[in-house]
């Protein structure tokens, strides 16, 4: 299991090369995942996915709170033993011709995790030959014609489903796939989302699947929970399900506004998404709610008064709104 308990992210430097701005890219994000379990985090570009993607798979540190697994928390892991104690989690990343090596053939890029991971059970290079054809098949792909193979030699779904075969060569718990549909032809994107949930039912991993594309979160999580996220904070949490059938927070509102066929609307109307924003450009004030310059609903208490998340009716949903309220999907005008 793994918990995220109040984490903050501070990058320094933030806003180019020469800024010494620092940008919280996320502020208190607390969130639990079980083993099995499958959550979409979604929101739009520059809201901090993927830095807790990072965060959660060891890539990258945070400022505050903590991070745990199975009851131990980061803290306490030596730095010598944390590279071994972050093999759990695998990052798939969003461009998989980018985390290949393109002089090597696939083969290789296989056996070579591999063999350290055959070192790490005992096991010899036979084991580690019939293990790379194993995940090969496991994903979806022919093992005797993709060993020999370079990484342009495969076509960009291939290379994805590739490159989570690699990220199963440790044995993982958890796969955190940000935004790994993104790059890859509409035609194909279905197959990997797929392969997704297969894995986290056929393995038992639990999938951690990061994406600003609404109907990819509710497909990759359809048993499990969505979390919204705006500017490093969560907005919105809960099954499904509920959030999908009835999202009370603007925010949530408006990302679902703009999934047309699920809402069972013919074409996108005009205004139907809201427009993304320079975050550089927002007020610097955030004493309030963070979404209420966007929010048609903010009042005064908005901006006086930053909402926390809390329980909705006393259940596992969880919202960050004063006035939650399962209303009918509209745009969000932006002045
Ligand atoms: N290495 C970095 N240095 C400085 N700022 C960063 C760095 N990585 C991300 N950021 C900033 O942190 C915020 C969150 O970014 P990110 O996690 O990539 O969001 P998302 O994946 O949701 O698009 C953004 O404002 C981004 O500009
Ligand atoms: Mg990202």
Known sequence: MIEVRAIEKVYRGGGGLLSQRAVKALRGVSLTLKDGEAISLIGESGCGKTTL?????????????????????????????????????????????????????LGNALVDPLKLQAKHLGKDATWTRERARELLNLVGLDPEATLYKYPHNLSGGQRQRFVVARALTVDPKVLVADEA??????????????????????????????????????????????????????????????????????????????MPVLRGLEKPGPDRFIPSQDLDTQAQDEAGCLFRSRCRFATERC??????????????????????QARDVVPVPVG
Do not use: K
């Open 53 to 105: 993607g990072r965060i959660i798979a060891g890539l990258e540190t945070y400022s505050q709170g903590e991070l745990v697994f199975d009851g131990t928390p980061l803290s306490q892991v030596p730095p010598g033993d944390r590279p071994q104690w972050f093999h759990r989690v695998q990052l798939v990343q969003q461009d998989p011709y980018g985390a290949l090596n393109p002089a090597r053939t």
């Open 181 to 258: 549909v993104s790059m890859i032809d509409v035609s194909l994107r279905l197959g990997i989302l797929s392969l997704l949930s297969d894995l986290r039912v056929r393995l038992g991993i639990s999938v951690i699947f990061i994406t600003h594309d609404v109907a990819a979160a509710r497909y990759v999580a359809r048993d499990g929970v969505i979390c919204v996220i705006y500017r490093g904070e969560i907005v919105e949490y809960g099954r499904t399900d509920d959030i999908i059938r009835s999202p009370v927070h603007p925010y949530t509102q408006a990302l679902l506004s703009a």
């Open 303 to 324: 901006g006086r008064e930053h909402p926390n998340l809390v329980a909705l009716d006393g259940g596992e949903r969880l919202h960050a709104c004063f006035y939650p």
